[in-house]
Each structure stands twice: as structure tokens, then as C-alpha cells.
């Protein structure tokens, strides 16, 4: 038996086989045609945790200082830079995944809901945030500018976001499910696009104004100087509070619009069938949480020094009423004797 015969072959001559990119799958990336295809590092539940409403507790400790000290002009201070840098760098994230290696839809109106709920309380109570000076203004303008960008991007023609330029008869975004107060909406509904354009497109006016505040910033860093321009922001946030005594602050800045967002949010994606993909953990995940470590710290910093704040402020109170009893007690004594 013939060493041919072994391996069931004739003994004709070897011709090598073409391995050229024609014979090899056509698909070697995620198919962005037929299936959805959610990013984890995107859309994934650490991402979505370092949003601040996977863990409740996290995101009421975030939102309590911000709301209930506002008057700490560091703790809302921090919380604004904070919350654009976050939502900034998932954008600017989403934008670069989207240029390179392709982005779904679905996670295209993840990335919208999240960066719209972590800027929440800081965009309803924007009045107060534009006296804290020139980083945030700058903050701001960008954050307003991809946030704008990105939104209009998404809604112009959602049927075709994500798609190959090559593929034809693709399905994956006319096919992603879009939740509206627990019903579903089809993203080419001509009222749900017509409503997110217009959102987006008002957003364009608080960008020019973030960028005439970021201006005037600048033109006063530079005529007083950074140290004196950063205590006169501060003095004028603290004024603003003293003269409206905190009317005009939302307290619950966003609230209602943020748990709305955030279970319409996860319909989302058990309705688009893609939880068990986005359970998967990845590095980037990580990168998200920690990013949120800061934020914690500070908060718990916060509360510790508003704890410690209204604890020598009752001992004072206490004081002074003490002493004005005692000053009583002696007037009605000289008061007696007379």
C-alpha cells in the first residue's frame, strides 16, 4: 500500500491551494448586518455602572451631596468636573470605536442615555455651575459640543447608523428596540426622531453659551490672575446661594428624569435580547470603575465635613444662647436689687 493510497490521494501532481482573502470567511469582525452586536467595553455593566445607577446606594450618595450642600462650592465643584470628564471620555471613546471598528446602534443610544443621566444634576442647575470658573466652563463647552455632536450623529438616520458601507439588506438597526415608557418604539418612528433631533439641536445654543462664559473665564484668568479669579468664582457661587437663598436650586435636580432613564435604560437592553453578552467582564469595565473611585472618596470627604460642620455649628448656637441666658439672668438680677 502506497503512501498516496494511505492518505486517499492519487499521485497526481501537488497544486497548491489559493489562500488569498477570497477563500477565507467574509466575516471576521462582529456583524453589524443582521445581529445586534453590543460592545461590552461600551455598553457593558461596569460601564454602566460607572454611570452611577447600577449600584443604588453609590448613586444616592453621589446625588445627596450634590443636592442637599450645595452651598459646599467644592463638593458641587467636583461633582460637575467630575460628571463631564466621565461622560466626555465615553463619548470621545464611542466616537473612536465607531471610526475604527465599527459601533452598533444600540450601543450608540447607551452611550446617549448614560452621559445625558451622569450630567443631569448639573445641567437643570447650570445657572449656579457657571460661577465656578474656568475649568468648568471649558468642561462644559466640550461636554455640550460632543453631546450635541453625537446626539444629532445617532438620530440623523438611525436606520443606517452602524451599518457597512458594503452590506445591503442589513436589518441590526431598523431592528433595535427603542423603549417610551415601557413601549416599544421603532427608532424610524418619525416622532421619537423628530423629538431627539430637536433635543440635540437646542443643545447647540447651550454650547455657544458655555463657550461665551468659558471666554470671559479666560479673559479674567488672565487679566487678575488664576488664584484671585478662583476666589472671586467662589465668592460669586456663594453670593448667587446668599441672594436667592437657594430657590433656584433643584434640590432634586434631574431626579425624576434620571430613574426614568435608567429603567428605560435597562428595558432597553433586556428587550434587545443582548443582556447575557453585556454580563461579560472586561478590562476596560474595570477602568470604568475605577474611575468612580475618586468620586466615592470625595463623597464620603463631603459628608464628613458637612457632619462635622453642623456639629460645631449646634455647639455654637448652643453657646450663644447660653450666653444670652446668662446676660438675661443678670439684667433681671441688677433688675431686682434696684
Known sequence: MTFARLLNTTDAPYEPKDMSMSSCPSELGPDF??????????????????????????????????????????????????????STSLIIASLIEMKTR???????????????????????NSTYMRQLGLLISICSFLFTTFWCYWGLRVWEDPSAFGIPSDRENCTTSTGTIFVVFGHNVSVTNRNL??????????????????????????ARYTINGAAVSKDNAARRYVKRLRLTKGKHMSHFGGLAGMIYMIVTMEQIVDRN??????????????????????????????????????REERERNKKTQDEIEMQRLEVRARTSVV
Open 33 to 86: 448586518c443582521t445581529v445586534i452586536t453590543p460592545n461590552a467595553d461600551i455598553s457593558g455593566k461596569g460601564v454602566r455602572s460607572s454611570g452611577l445607577h447600577f449600584n443604588p446606594k453609590l448613586f444616592l450618595l453621589w446625588w445627596a451631596v450634590a443636592s442637599f450642600i450645595p452651598y459646599h462650592e467644592k463638593a458641587f465643584h467636583s461633582t460637575a468636573r467630575n460628571a463631564y470628564i466621565v
Open 102 to 124: 465599527g459601533l452598533s446602534l444600540f450601543d450608540a443610544l447607551t452611550v446617549t442615555m448614560l452621559t445625558t443621566i451622569m450630567t443631569a444634576f448639573v445641567t437643570i
Open 193 to 218: 426622531r423628530g423629538f431627539a433631533l430637536s433635543m440635540f439641536a437646542t443643545g447647540i445654543i447651550s454650547a455657544l453659551e458655555s463657550l461665551c462664559y468659558s471666554t470671559g473665564w479666560l
Open 273 to 310: 435580547g443582548v443582556r447575557d453578552e453585556l454580563n461579560n467582564w472586561t478590562y476596560s469595565q474595570t477602568l470604568a470603575l475605577i474611575m468612580i473611585g475618586q468620586q466615592l472618596l470625595d463623597c464620603i470627604t463631603y459628608v464628613k465635613e458637612e457632619i462635622k460642620y453642623r
